[in-house]
C-alpha cells in the first residue's frame, strides 16, 4: 500500500455493453456513468466490489486477471488458498483431493492464506488495548478500504495497521522456502482469490515488501479443477499434509469470523450498502461505543464474493462443520517455532492514505462554491433519478455539471422544458440524447432483450 496506486481489475468490454443501467444503478459509489451507449467506470471512485459485474444481463463486465500459464514463470510455483475455496466442493470431496489435483495443474506447493490468523488474531487485540482512536477498522476486506479511502477519508486513522492474513502467510511462506535455501525469484506465490478487490489490491501494490506475485481466479480455477477431480476420482494420488488450521481459522473470512474472536465489543457488518450505511452513522458519531468493526461489502463474508462458484450459504455450511470437527483438536499453531521467520514488516501495512475522489475541489472555498452551486442545480433538477441523462441520479448530475463533465440540457425532462420554452431545438435534444445512448438507440429493434425477436 505504499505508494497508493489505484488499479482496478473490473473493465468493460465496449463491443458488448449496450448502456442497459443495470452497473450504473447498483453502484455504491456512484462510479459509473452512461457516454455514447456505453457503460464507463470512473476509476477514482470505483472500489472494486463487483456489484457491477453481478447484475450486467450480457456479461460485459469483466475480470482482468492473471492466466494460469504464468505459474511456470517460476520454479516454485504455490497456491496461496483460502478457506473459502475448499468450502465450495461437496462434502464428498476432500480438502486433500483438492490440494492434490491442484499439484497436477502444474503448482508445486499449496498453502493456507488462513495461516497467519492466530497471530494476527493477538496483534489486533494488542493494538486495541492501545488506540484511544475507537473503533478500530479491520484491514481484512480490500473494497472497504479502498471505499474508507475514497468515501469516508476521515475514518482513514481508524484503519488497523494489521495486515490480512492473506499477505501476512504469503510473506511467511516466501521467507520460509528462502529460509530453506530456494532464490526468491524462483518462487511466485499466486493466490486463488474470490473477489475482484484483491486482484485490484494486490495489482496495486508496488512495495518491495509484496509477497504475492499473481492472482487466480477462483471460479474458473473451481471449474477446472471440480471438472478434473470428477473425472479422475478413483485414480490414486499423493494427498498433501498442509499444516493445521485452527478453528477460527477456517472461519475467518465468513461473516463474525474476526468479530467473535477479538476481545471488547466487536460488530459485524457485510453487504456494501450496510457497510456504507453504517460508516455514515460512524461518522456522524451515531454509533455508540465498539472497540472493533469487521465491515465485508460482500453478504456472508468472502462466501458472497463474485469469483466463487458456489452457493453462498451452503458454502458457510460446509466452512463452519469443517470448523466444528477441528474444534475437539488440540490448540492453535505454536508462534514460538515461526517466530524467527516472521518480521513486523510482513505483520503491519504502511500508512494508509487519502483518495478522496468524492470531493468537489482540493481548495475548501472554492469546493463550497460548488456545493452551493449544486444545491441551486437541484432546484431545476427533477429529483426522479431516472439516470436518463446517462448519471446514476439527479444529484449526481449536478454535481458532474459542476465538475463541467455534463450539461443542464442532458436531462431528458429539461430538455422538454427547453423545447417548449423554444431555448433548445428538437434537432439539438436528440444529438444530446445520442452522445448519452448512441446514434441508433432509440431505433425500433426487435432482437434487444425483452423484445419478440430477442437472440434471433
Known amino acids: 500500500m505504499s505508494k497508493q496506486q489505484i488499479y482496478h481489475a473490473l473493465k468493460i468490454d465496449k463491443d458488448i455493453c449496450y448502456g442497459c443501467t443495470h452497473c450504473m444503478n447498483v453502484c455504491p459509489t456512484d462510479a459509473i456513468r452512461i457516454n455514447d451507449g456505453i457503460a464507463r467506470i470512473l476509476k477514482k471512485r470505483c472500489i ?9 444481463p450480457v456479461d460485459a463486465i469483466y475480470v482482468e486477471q492473471d492466466d494460469l500459464d504464468n505459474i511456470f514463470d517460476y520454479e516454485y510455483r504455490v497456491a496461496l488458498v483460502p478457506a473459502v475455496f475448499t468450502g465450495q466442493f461437496p462434502t464428498s470431496i476432500t480438502e486433500e483431493e483438492v490440494f492434490s489435483m491442484m499439484k497436477e495443474l502444474g503448482f508445486t506447493h499449496v498453502f493456507q492464506a488462513e495461516f497467519m490468523v492466530d497471530m494476527l488474531n493477538e496483534l489486533i487485540d494488542d493494538q486495541m488495548e492501545m488506540n484511544e482512536d475507537k473503533p478500530l477498522i479491520s484491514t481484512f476486506c480490500p473494497s472497504v478500504v479502498r471505499l474508507i479511502q475514497v468515501k469516508f477519508p476521515s475514518l482513514i486513522d481508524n484503519i488497523a495497521s494489521v495486515k490480512p492474513p492473506v499477505d501476512a502467510s504469503a510473506a511467511f511462506y516466501r ?17 486463488v482469490t474470490p473477489c475482484a478487490a484483491k486482484i485490484a489490491a494486490v495489482k496495486g501494490i508496488d512495495d518491495e515488501y509484496a509477497a504475492i506475485n499473481g492472482v487466480i481466479n477462483m471460479m474458473y ?44 465489543r466487536c460488530l459485524a457488518v457485510d453487504e456494501i450498502h450496510n457497510v456504507i450505511e453504517f460508516l455514515e452513522r460512524l461518522e ?37 462443520r469443517r470448523a466444528k470437527q477441528l474444534e475437539s483438536e488440540t490448540g492453535d499453531i505454536n508462534w514460538k517455532e515461526h517466530k524467527e521467520i516472521i518480521e513486523d514488516k510482513d505483520l503491519f501495512i504502511s500508512k494508509v492514505n487519502p483518495l478522496p475522489a468524492m470531493s468537489l475541489d482540493q481548495d475548501f472555498a472554492e469546493a463550497l462554491k460548488k456545493m452551493e452551486r449544486i444545491r441551486n442545480l437541484m432546484c431545476y433538477l427533477p429529483g426522479i433519478d431516472c439516470g436518463a441523462c446517462g448519471s446514476p441520479s439527479c444529484q ?4 458532474d455539471i459542476v465538475q463541467r463533465k455534463a450539461n443542464l440540457s442532458n436531462c431528458v425532462f429539461l430538455q422538454r422544458m427547453m423545447e417548449k420554452s423554444k431555448k433548445l431545438s428538437s434537432e439539438h435534444a436528440i444529438r444530446i440524447i445520442e452522445r448519452t445512448w448512441g446514434k441508433d438507440r432509440l431505433d425500433k429493434d426487435c432482437k434487444k432483450i425483452g423484445a419478440k425477436n430477442e437472440g434471433m
Not at 221 to 247: F, G, M, Q
Not at 291 to 312: F, I, K, P, S
Open 175 to 191: 521467507k520460509l522456502l528462502q529460509n530453506q535455501g530456494v532464490p526468491d525469484k524462483q518462487i511466485g506465490i499466486f493466490y
Open 221 to 264: 480455477l473451481y471449474n477446472k479443477l471440480y471438472t478434473k477431480i470428477k473425472n479422475n476420482k478413483d485414480s490414486e494420488r499423493e494427498l498433501p499434509v498442509l499444516p493445521h488450521l485452527s478453528s477460527k481459522s477456517i472461519q475467518w473470512s465468513i461473516t463474525r469470523g474476526e468479530a467473535d474472536n477479538m476481545k471488547g
Open 48 to 56: 472494486d466490489c463487483g456489484e457491477c459485474l453481478k447484475v450486467c
Open 284 to 320: 456522524n458519531d451515531e454509533i455508540p461505543k465498539v472497540d472493533y468493526l469487521e465491515l465485508r461489502a460482500c453478504d456472508q463474508g468472502c462466501a458472497g464474493g463474485v469469483l466463487l462458484h458456489g452457493n453462498r450459504f451452503l458454502t458457510v455450511d460446509r466452512m463452519k
Open 396 to 399: 449526481a448530475l449536478a454535481e
